[in-house]
Structure formats: structure tokens, C-alpha cells
């Protein structure tokens, strides 16, 4: 919500982007790894597999910004809850 409050402001940056995502990733990353954690996998393929994807997301949403111009949200994104 903080990025769409930016841009609602006119307070929006590059440097703010890169903030804004590269800390959601980081969070996420976190969040996947607690969830590991959790569920006790241990060093196994389903670990990597997990902690590999959650990142995904993030790049290919970096990787559109970057190429295309633009963030296409689908209906069921986190930001306006879908």
C-alpha cells in the first residue's frame, strides 16, 4: 500500500521502488524461510525449491518494470487485497 499511496501523492521514485521491492523481498525471503523452518524440511529439494521461488516474483515483476514500462496487477495481488 505504500507505493500506491506514493503515487496517489506524487512522492514516487526510482530509489523508492528499488526500496520498496528489494524490502518485500527480503521479507518474503524471511517469511519462506520461517515457513521452512516450520514445517521442519530440512536440507531437502522441496527447501530449495521454496526458498528459490519465492524470489521469482519479485524478479519477473522487476524484470516487467523494467522492459515493459509498467506493473501489471492482476485481480489477486496482495496491494489492493485482491
Avoid at 33 to 46: A, E, P, R, Y
Avoid at 61 to 67: A, I, K, P
Wanted: with cysteine; aromatic share 12%.
Amino acid at each position: 500500500m505504500d507505493g500506491k499511496q506514493a503515487r496517489a501523492t506524487g512522492c514516487c521514485s526510482s530509489l523508492g521502488l528499488i526500496l520498496d521491492h528489494g524490502l518485500d523481498g527480503f521479507n518474503m525471503g524471511l517469511s519462506v524461510l520461517t515457513f521452512v523452518k516450520l514445517v521442519q524440511t530440512g536440507d531437502t529439494f522441496w527447501t530449495l525449491l521454496l526458498v528459490s521461488s519465492s524470489g521469482w516474483g519479485f524478479y519477473a515483476s522487476t524484470l516487467e518494470h523494467f522492459y515493459i514500462g509498467s506493473h501489471f496487477m492482476g485481480p489477486g495481488n496482495a496491494a489492493s487485497d485482491g
